[in-house]
């Protein structure tokens, strides 16, 4: 199990980095904002999976 939670935790950890780096192409304009909408849910539904998976051990 503790392989299992750690594999969660470094997940989750690069799911942050990912939001940082999407943050900067914000913040360049690089994305259309059809293209934003779509992040935004995806980020925030991966991190709560993520998170809740975290919980549940």
Known sequence: ???RERFYEIARASLVELDTQYEIS???NYLRDIDINKIDK???HSFA????LIKSK
């Open 1 to 3: 199990m503790i392989e």
């Open 26 to 28: 914000l913040e360049l």
């Open 49 to 52: 999976l993520l998170s809740n």
């Open 42 to 44: 995806l980020l925030s």
